[in-house]
């Protein structure tokens, strides 16, 4: 498999390339089981980004970067989950439509979970911002749940994304076009 090789947080790591469509290829970054990576860009965007009072991501790879950001922060983490659990009380639910899902996606917060954020000054991370709409998404759920958005933040920008003056990354992650 074909992989591109990148400094991230300090660290290198060779990412594979995944087919998108028949013109496109991406490069797959993920956390899961990589404690190194998570904890060294978890340290290095709570170097930049601004006060906040709680941490908002997008079920499932934003999680470890939010626990480790949360745990060393002493603030807060909330999930945006793919599907209402039972636990759940009177849910919000958003659409999302992101490179990575071949089928439209919702995501869900809790009532209990909007009210944490009531009022609070959100970070919203994820570990990759692409298209945007995962991120348009969490943003929708803070909005809907009367939270103030302080910083959209993530470890990488892919693509146009990099373009983007909204948002805070660490490295821009490149596309790679078939030919």
Known sequence: MATHRMKIAGLERELPLCHVS??????????????????????????KVPEFDIIMTAES???PLAYEMSRRSGRKYIVGRKSVKLYMSDPIGVSVKSITTEDEQKLFLSAD??????????LI????????????????????????????????????????????????LPVFPRK
């Open 22 to 47: 028949d013109d496109l290829d991406i490069a797959a970054f993920i956390m899961f089981s990589d404690v190194e990576i998570t904890v060294a860009c978890a340290v290095q965007l709570l170097e």
């Open 61 to 63: 790879k934003g999680i």
């Open 113 to 122: 979970d909007a009210a944490d954020i009531a009022g609070k000054r959100v």
């Open 125 to 172: 991370v994820d570990d990759v911002i692409s298209t945007g709409e995962s991120l348009k998404a969490l943003e929708e759920l803070v909005n809907a749940a009367g939270g103030n958005i302080v910083c959209k933040a993530a470890v990488l920008a892919e693509g146009e994304a990099s373009d983007r003056d909204d948002i805070l990354f660490l490295e821009k």
